[in-house]
Nanobody, 124 residues
Framework: QVQLVESGGGLVQAGGSLRLSCAAS????????MGWFRQVPGKEREFVAT????????PYADSVKGRFTISRDNAKNTVYLQMNSLKPEDTAVYYC?????????????????WGQGTQVTVSS
């Protein structure tokens, strides 16, 4: 089994920045893709960004492109999401996820493991 633990969420003013981290433990899979998703109450979980094993392919949702940056440190089994120029509409619970195989991975059903989520709130 794989455990994913997110951290770094919180309350920030519009225009501010936050950095989310997601640490993986347990059985990890070499070559896996990692992703970030977000969800607000009453809506489906939506794709934010994903990153391949080598870190050289990083697709983003249009809504965050140019503001968010995903990265990973495989030696630490950790993936990051740097969020800049935050907007109130970025307010959500952010989840990291791991896909055992395959690339690219944009849909929730394509991921095998999920973290518990971390709340990000952006005030106007």
């Amino acid at each position: 089994q794989v455990q994913l633990v997110e951290s770094g969420g919180g309350l920030v003013q519009a225009g501010g920045s936050l950095r989310l981290s997601c640490a993986a433990s347990g059985r990890t899979f070499r070559g896996n893709a990692m992703g970030w998703f977000r969800q607000v109450p009453g809506k489906e979980r939506e794709f934010v960004a994903t990153i391949n094993w080598t870190g050289d392919d990083k697709p983003y949702a249009d809504s965050v492109k140019g503001r968010f940056t995903i990265s990973r440190d495989n030696a630490k089994n950790t993936v990051y999401l740097q969020m800049n120029s935050l907007k109130p509409e970025d307010t959500a619970v952010y989840y990291c996820a791991l896909a055992k195989s395959g690339w690219p991975r944009y849909r929730t059903i394509e991921y095998d493991y999920w973290g518990q989520g971390t709340q990000v709130t952006v005030s106007s």
